[in-house]
């Protein structure tokens, strides 16, 4: 695998408790979050793949690639991990799903400012902390990772960039690494993305900031 090709991974493994429904199957743009983000991504990746639960049988059944958790250590390094203990030599542009303001800029900007000698290159949140979950991930930092979270028990991936040599990029938008996790969140966003002018994956957050 050449060292700048890029695998994507579509973090889908939580059980949306608070949202009291699949927050993949929710719909912000022309489709579901499942299919919006899958093919946002497969635009920059050499393949693209949702993470999941062994029992989350509605998206293994989608005929869309899946990588089931295999690393069981709580939280979203269970499906990051996962994939790397899959395809260890990948490097992974990683979402999470329920990131509803995601666009092509978001993942070109990334790309554009990639630093793979780092562990990761990342978005920085507003605490001035990485964002773990909108990134790109080094096939040689998972391996590290994967090592250390072995080890420790310790399963915090912000925890992880923070202690280890990191890019962070900043985001155009304050909206940008908005994550919704519950329905009066939903209701936000939705009524948010409405009220712009013809956002769409295409498209600039900054030009309505």
């Known amino acids: 695998m050449e060292k700048t090709a890029l695998f994507g991974l579509i973090l889908t493994g939580g059980r949306s408790s608070r949202m009291g429904q ?6 912000y743009h022309q489709t579901d979050q499942y299919h919006h983000l899958y093919d946002l991504l497969n635009r920059f990746c050499v393949r ?16 869309y690639d899946c990588i089931p958790d295999s690393v ?21 542009l990683i979402v999470a799903v329920d990131l509803p303001f995601i666009t092509e800029e978001t993942l070109s900007r990334l790309i ?10 990342v978005y920085q949140n507003e605490s001035g902390w990485p964002e ?39 985001s155009r ?26 956002i769409s994956d295409k498209e600039n957050l900054r030009r309505n900031s």
């Not at 699949?22 to 719909?27: A, E, F, M, R, S």
């Not at 069981?72 to 992974?92: K, Q």
């Not at 399963?155 to 962070?168: D, I, Q």
């Open 22 to 27: 699949d927050k993949g199957t929710l719909v």
């Open 48 to 63: 693209t793949f949702f993470s999941c639960r062994e029992d989350q049988k509605d998206i293994r059944e989608t005929g």
């Open 72 to 92: 069981d250590c709580g939280g979203p390094f269970n499906g990051i991990l996962s994939a790397h203990t899959a395809f260890p030599e990948a490097n992974w």
């Open 112 to 121: 554009e400012n990639r630093d793979a000698e780092k562990t990761a290159t």
């Open 132 to 170: 773990p979950l909108v990134g790109i991930w080094e096939a040689k930092g998972l391996a590290i990772a994967l090592k250390e979270v072995l080890a420790t028990g310790i399963n915090s991936p912000r925890e992880f960039l923070r202690n280890h040599t990191t890019k962070m990029i900043s």
């Open 173 to 198: 938008h304050p909206l940008e690494m908005f994550n919704a996790n519950t329905k009066e969140e939903y209701a936000f966003a939705l009524n948010t993305l409405r009220s712009l002018p013809e």
